[in-house]
Structure formats: C-alpha cells, structure tokens
C-alpha cells in the first residue's frame, strides 16, 4: 500500500453505483455542491449513492486501484455554502475509478488531447475529466459523459 505525502487531500469523494468519484479543485470551486447533484441524480435513478468524504479524503493505493477516505470525524456530513453543513448517506470508502478536476473556465480546453483524460495518483493511474468551477450544468455534462465512456454500454449511475 502507498500512501501519499501528506493524509488528508481537499477533495470530495463518493460512490454512485459501483463508480468512486472524486472531486478536486479549490475552495469555492462547486465540489460539495456538485457531489449533492450528482447523488440526487443516482438516486432519482435507482442507483445506490452516498458521500465518502468532504474536504478531507485519504487517498490509498492498492493492487485494485485508488481508493478514497473520508475523514472519519466528517462522516455523513457536506458544507452546502450558505446554509451550512448538511447531513448525507455515508459510505467508509470507494474504489476511485473517476476523477473530476474543477478548473477556472477560462482554462478549459475546447479540444482536450487524450492525455488530459487521465491522471497518475498515489501511482494508480485513474480516469480524469476536467470541468469548469462554479457552473453546475456543465460539470453534470462532463461527468455524465465521462461515466458513460466509462460504463461502457452498461447503464449509468446517473
């Protein structure tokens, strides 16, 4: 097992049906609010969903692959920016099989290249799908279309 350098990343992490996501990018980016669509979105769906970590994820490497964390003081709980903290569904850990970096719009690529798809974590190389911070819709669209890449004809979670 590798551990990264420092324990706890500023990241959120949770599981929609059998896909670990984790959401990267700086304060304010839309992390915690994203994470909340995209679970209601699995749900609305059928699909099982819950919240591994927010703000505070451990990153571990196995032979299986990534997996995330989430601070077990933080367990169950998501800052909702201008209400405060809510409670949500927990899971202890899930296998990270996407990664979602939230950048600032004018840094996103019209036409990533291919290499921009994935990412090298702890060591594990792991599908990466960059989208812009602070804009819901398209970051909904760029997962969405990331997981079905992923999914790979079976159906999405959401």
């Not at 099982?48 to 990534?66: H, I, K």
């Not at 996103?108 to 060591?123: C, I, K, N, S």
Request: overall charge neutral; hydrophobic content about 45%; aromatic content about 2%.
């Amino acid at each position: 097992m590798i551990m990264p350098p420092e324990p706890y990343q500023h990241a959120t992490a949770l599981v929609l049906g059998c896909h670990g996501l984790l959401l990267r990018g700086p304060s304010g980016a839309g992390k915690s609010m994203l994470a909340l669509e995209l679970l209601a979105l699995a749900r609305r769906k059928g699909h099982w969903a819950a919240l591994v970590g927010d703000d505070r994820v451990v990153l571990t490497a196995y032979p299986s692959g990534l997996v995330a964390s989430g601070a077990p003081v933080l367990a169950g709980q998501i800052e909702l920016r201008g209400r405060g903290i809510e409670g949500e569904l927990a899971e202890r850990q899930a296998l990270i099989r996407l990664v979602v970096d939230l950048v600032p719009a004018g840094q996103m690529e019209r036409m990533p290249e291919d290499d921009a798809f994935q990412v090298t974590l702890a060591g594990v190389v792991v599908a990466r799908q960059p989208a812009p911070e602070r804009d819901l819709q398209r970051q909904v669209l760029l997962v969405r279309a990331a997981l079905a890449q992923l999914c790979n004809g079976a159906e999405c979670p959401v």
